[in-house]
């Protein structure tokens, strides 16, 4: 049965929107970024500020499952020869840390190792596609842009972290390709939560200038309807 049109509360404005054009995308919720002893807290951060996001993300994913919607997970990281990773991005700052060494979770930010998998509470089903990125952007170096238009996906409900690097660097590059992006906010997060709420204005801004921002519950109300 096709599914009905989905009307989301957002902001700067409510939008509707097509589900089956439409994909729960799910940015780099890996062990690495969300759990103590990864790249996250290498950087000297507090990983546990990201944890607020799971449970609505878990929601939002449940809704588009049982709608048969396309979902895609992402995943940054690097090959272990870091042959991907330049050394502006391996060099930078001070870690206690870097990009390619040995820590708990195996070699930090490394395709393959613990760490760089996706947490088991959003882990990826049969079906769902998993895009691994060396970048900050989805679209860099990756099949992402393929995937979506071999979907004809024209929406994109954006989730994950952090919302200030990965989030809003993807929302851009999505943006800039002509998709409509709708940002549910509790389903982000970041380090900072100042940056968190910075991240999301600079997306709605100037009658959306980047996409729409709303929220897990605004989007399950909308989407749950669709398939009865």
């Known amino acids: 049965?096709?599914?009905?049109s989905a009307m989301i509360d957002a902001e700067p404005f409510a939008l509707e929107i097509d589900p089956s054009k439409t994909a729960l995308v799910i940015i780099d919720m890996q062990r690495d970024f969300l759990e103590p002893g990864g790249f996250g807290e290498t950087l000297g951060n507090d990983v546990s500020q990201l944890e607020r996001a799971v449970k609505p993300c878990a929601a939002?994913?449940?809704?588009?499952r049982d709608l048969g919607m396309l979902v895609v997970h992402t995943r940054e990281g690097h090959k272990p020869d870091l042959s991907d990773a330049p050394p502006a991005k391996v060099e930078r700052g001070a870690p206690s840390l870097r990009i390619g060494d040995d820590g708990p979770m195996g070699r930090i930010l490394i395709r393959g190792e613990p760490g760089h998998d996706i947490i088991p509470?959003?882990?990826?089903?049969?079906g769902e596609f998993v895009v691994d990125k060396p970048g900050k952007g989805a679209f860099y170096a990756t099949a992402f842009g393929d995937i979506l238009?071999?979907?004809n996906i024209e929406n994109l409900l954006v989730c994950g972290v952090t919302t200030e690097v990965c989030v809003?660097?993807?929302v851009r590059e999505a943006n800039d390709r002509g998709y409509r992006c709708i940002v549910l906010g509790d389903c982000c997060a970041s380090y900072f939560p100042e940056f968190h709420e910075m991240g999301l204005?600079?997306?709605k801004a100037q009658g959306g200038i980047f996409g729409w921002v709303?929220?897990?519950s605004a989007a399950i109300d909308a989407l749950a309807p669709a398939a009865a």
């Open 1 to 4: 049965m096709p599914l009905k």
């Open 60 to 64: 939002v994913l449940s809704t588009a």
């Open 121 to 126: 509470a959003l882990y990826p089903i049969d």
């Open 149 to 151: 238009k071999q979907h």
């Open 168 to 170: 809003n660097t993807t």
């Open 201 to 203: 204005n600079m997306i």
């Open 214 to 216: 709303s929220n897990s």
